[in-house]
């Protein structure tokens, strides 16, 4: 019972953030319903029609503002009116108050492909993709590979194993491309930049001059792999918080496997970043 008490409270807590984040894409209070709904189908791994069921049955669909079972047409309406930005300011929000007072340490950057649905997708590109810890470990491989589709690059505090900063591209844009926009939410939403000894932990992709320069002016200790660039193998730091790095992983691994982030069926950036931003609040909800 407490179990589902809480998964109910939480599911309540982005209903009420989402009913203010709404109206400022104009949109009414009652659209909000609908945002955390589809936060819902993730979590449960629900098809639309399973979702309808379980909102006209259960007491969190009561509490949604949902009188009787919707139509499941409204859900493919609403991942065609909603902005992306409705989800990403939702869960910007709940990072805010799950974060609220604590000191963050140790920050890690990484980013998972997501393939596309279709070989039609006009928004989704080919790019590398670096195999999983478990991958690596099945194939005895870390060679890369390609992928048709997007990805979801992210900063996550390595203690907590919660991603603060994410952002989402097709598959060809490069790893470091996203490290300013990102680390700039980290330190600045975060304050990493002021905690005692912060360290940043990241593969050879942020091995870059740019990068290296902007940690040392906040007093940031780069824990990043040496890039040998086809010359000689990466070389891990050796500093012991570096193997923390597959926290990021973790992260990665459960949204796909717990959320089902990799069981994309959408087509075009804007509906694929709805299902991303929904796996990611479930899974704050459920870690957080």
Not at 27 to 33: D, L, P, S, Y
């Given at each position: 019972?407490?179990?589902?008490?809480?998964?109910?409270y939480?599911?309540?807590?982005?209903?009420?953030?989402?009913?203010?984040?709404?109206?400022?894409?104009g949109?009414?209070?009652?659209?909000?319903?609908h945002?955390?709904a589809?936060?819902?189908?993730?979590d449960?791994?629900?098809?639309?029609?399973?979702?309808?069921?379980?909102?006209?049955?259960?007491?969190?669909?009561?509490?949604?503002?949902?009188?009787?079972?919707?139509?499941?047409?409204?859900?493919?309406?609403?991942?065609?009116?909603?902005?992306?930005?409705?989800?990403?300011e939702?869960f910007?929000?709940?990072?805010?108050?799950?974060?609220?007072?604590?000191?963050?340490?140790?920050?890690?950057?990484?980013?998972t492909?997501?393939?596309?649905?279709?070989?039609?997708?006009?928004?989704?590109?080919?790019?590398?993709?670096?195999?999983?810890?478990?991958?690596?470990?099945?194939?005895k491989?870390?060679?890369?590979?390609?992928?048709?589709?997007?990805?979801?690059?992210?900063?996550?505090d390595?203690?907590?194993?919660?991603p603060?900063?994410?952002?989402?591209?097709?598959?060809?844009k490069?790893?470091?491309?996203?490290?300013?926009?990102?680390y700039g939410?980290?330190k600045?939403?975060?304050?990493?930049?002021?905690?005692y000894?912060?360290?940043?932990l990241?593969?050879a992709?942020?091995?870059?001059?740019?990068?290296?320069?902007?940690?040392?002016?906040?007093?940031?200790?780069p824990?990043?792999?040496?890039?040998?660039?086809?010359?000689?193998?990466?070389?891990?730091?050796?500093?012991?918080?570096?193997r923390?790095?597959w926290?990021?992983?973790?992260?990665?691994?459960?949204?796909?496997?717990?959320?089902?982030?990799?069981?994309n069926r959408?087509?075009?950036?804007?509906k694929?970043?709805?299902?991303?931003?929904?796996?990611?609040i479930?899974?704050?909800?459920?870690?957080?």
């Open positions: 019972m407490k179990v589902l008490y809480e998964a109910k939480k599911i309540i807590e982005v209903y009420a953030i989402a009913r203010v984040v709404v109206q400022k894409y949109h009414t209070k009652k659209f909000a319903k945002i955390a589809l936060v819902i189908k993730q449960r791994n629900l098809t639309d029609e399973k979702l309808a069921d379980f909102l006209g049955e259960d007491e969190v669909g009561k509490a949604l503002g949902y009188s009787k079972r919707p139509n499941p047409s409204v859900f493919s309406k609403v991942r065609k009116r909603a902005d992306p930005r409705i989800f990403q939702v910007e929000w709940l990072m805010q108050n799950r974060m609220k007072g604590k000191h963050i340490h140790l920050i890690a950057q990484d980013s492909d997501i393939s596309a649905y279709s070989k039609y997708d006009k928004d989704a590109r080919l790019g590398h993709r670096t195999p999983s810890r478990k991958e690596q470990i099945a194939s491989s870390t060679k890369k590979s390609f992928v048709f589709g997007y990805k979801l690059h992210a900063i996550a390595v203690e907590t194993e919660m603060i900063a994410v952002e989402i591209a097709s598959a060809n490069h790893d470091k491309t996203f490290f300013h926009r990102l939410i980290a600045d939403s975060f304050h990493v930049h002021i905690n000894n912060p360290k940043f990241a593969d992709a942020f091995d870059a001059t740019d990068i290296y320069q902007e940690l040392h002016y906040d007093n940031v200790k824990l990043i792999a040496g890039n040998g660039r086809g010359h000689y193998k990466s070389q891990k730091p050796e500093d012991k918080d570096y923390k790095r926290s990021i992983e973790r992260i990665f691994s459960r949204l796909k496997e717990v959320f089902y982030l990799a069981k959408f087509i075009g950036i804007k694929v970043a709805i299902h991303i931003y929904s796996c990611i479930a899974y704050v909800l459920r870690y957080g």
